[in-house]
Structure formats: C-alpha cells, structure tokens
C-alpha cells in the first residue's frame, strides 16, 4: 500500500470533484471577494465492534496531505512558473506522510440515494460489514474547510458484530481505491485520538469523544 511512485504535479482548473471560482460580493458596504470551490457533500460513519470492543477505521493515502508535506519540504516543487503543464516529482518523500486515519466515508454523488443508504454502501465496501438501514443512528452534521469547499459532512454512527462481517473491505479497486482497515481497541481510543504522530480527521477525534459521553457510560452498566 505504502509505494507512491512516478509522481508529477499538473494544473487543474475544474474536475467532476473540485470547481473553482471566485465570487465578489459587498458586505456591509464594502466590496470583497472570495476564492472558493464547490465539492461534494459528503457522510461518514464511526463504527463499533460490540463482538471486539473496538472501533472500525479506515486508513488510506491522501495526495492532499502528501501534497501538503511535500510542500513544507520542497517548496520549489510548487513554483508558479512551473505549473502550466506536467512536472515530474522527485520521490523524496516516503509514501507513509499522506497515509491518515479517518473514519469510514464517502462523498454524496448518487441524488437517487439517501444519505443512510450512501453510509450503509460506504461501510460495506471500505470495512466489509453488512449494516441494517434502520439501525444507522444519526449523530449530528457539520461543514468541513469552511474557507476553501464549505461542503456538508453528515455523520452516522453503526454497531457492528463480528458475525456482520461480509467481506474484506478495503474499497472499490475499479476506482482506484486502496484502504487498509484499522481496529482501534476502545480502551486505547483516546490516547489514539489525542496522539499527534497518529495523522487523522477531525471526525475521528470528534466522534471518539461523542462515543465516550453517549455509548461508553452505557457500556460499563452491563
Ligand atoms: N477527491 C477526489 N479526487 C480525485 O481526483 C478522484 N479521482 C477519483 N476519485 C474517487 O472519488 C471517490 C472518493 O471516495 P469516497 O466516496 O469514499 O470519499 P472519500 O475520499 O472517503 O472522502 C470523504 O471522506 C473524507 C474523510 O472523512 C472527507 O475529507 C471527504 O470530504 C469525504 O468526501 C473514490 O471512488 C475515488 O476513487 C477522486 N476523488
Ligand atoms: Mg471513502
């Protein structure tokens, strides 16, 4: 999973999952304007294993946050100048600094679909569990990258049993996906949300803490 080879950074002005745009506006009287992108909405599930007293996570390589690192590192990889047509990369970076934990989720593509039937295919094909409709709770919705997509993450949460176990998981290898599913044991979820070498969402963290004040107490009373 952790081989990212032949890299080369390209322009891209618009794509089926990033627009770009620019909008003017006054506010208050005063004129502004604002660069912004639209992108797809989108739902995540955090996932417990009664059967193991463990969270279900997905692992998977981010070309943004490897992006992002290779920035910091060579800054001269992103010159302007250079951007107008296909620039190869030097392989300097391991593939393992845009590997993050995140929980299991995908993007709001399918109008035909609600949300909790788009979540239930998500954690059967990334995770391998087969999960009622009915039994999806939904736990709040929020926006993620206010500044830049401003785009609605809606969040579920899924009790799984080891006898839900459908298949591997791991994603849809016909459209590139690579996902490597993690077990976090409960009793380690909260040193694991807290520990910076772990790079992750802000959704594990916020969903690791909302299971804490809303399934943990309940746990322990059985
Ligand atoms: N983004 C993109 N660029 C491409 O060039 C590109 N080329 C192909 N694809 C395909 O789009 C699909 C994206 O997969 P998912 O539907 O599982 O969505 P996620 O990537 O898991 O993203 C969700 O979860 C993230 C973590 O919580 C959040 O940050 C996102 O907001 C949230 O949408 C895959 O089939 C992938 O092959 C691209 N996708
Ligand atoms: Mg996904």
Redesign the pocket.
């Known amino acids: 999973m952790e081989s990212v080879e032949d890299l080369s950074l390209g322009p891209c002005t618009a ?4 627009r770009p745009f620019r909008l003017r506006y006054r506010q208050n009287g005063i004129s502004k304007i604002w660069d912004f992108m639209r ?2 909405d ?1 739902v ?1 599930i955090l996932i417990f294993n009664t059967s193991r007293q463990c969270f279900v996570v997905v692992k ?1 390589f981010r070309p943004a946050v490897y992006m992002c690192e290779m920035e910091r590192k060579c800054p001269q990889n992103f010159e302007r100048k250079k951007q107008e047509t296909w620039n190869p990369l030097p392989n300097s970076l391991p593939a393992s600094v845009g590997v993050t934990y ?2 299991c ?3 709001v ?1 399918k109008p035909e679909l609600s949300l909790e039937e788009i979540a239930c295919r ?1 954690i059967l094909e ?1 995770c391998g569990y087969e999960v009622p409709l009915a039994t999806l709770k939904r736990i709040t919705s929020y926006r ?1 990258g206010v500044g830049v997509t401003g ?1 609605k ?1 809606t969040l579920f949460y899924a009790e799984v049993t080891d006898e839900m176990k459908a298949s591997e998981g791991g ?2 290898p016909e ?3 690579l996902i490597e599913v993690v077990e976090i044991p409960l009793k380690d979820s909260m040193d694991f949300a807290y520990n910076e070498s772990f790079p992750k ?1 802000m ?1 594990v963290i916020f969903s690791f803490m909302w299971f804490q004040t809303n399934v943990a107490p309940n746990l322990l009373e059985n």
């Open positions: 794509s089926q999952y990033l992108s797809h989108s995540s998977q995140e929980l989720a995908g993007i593509d998500e990334e993620s785009s993450q994603g849809q459209e590139g996906e969402t959704g």
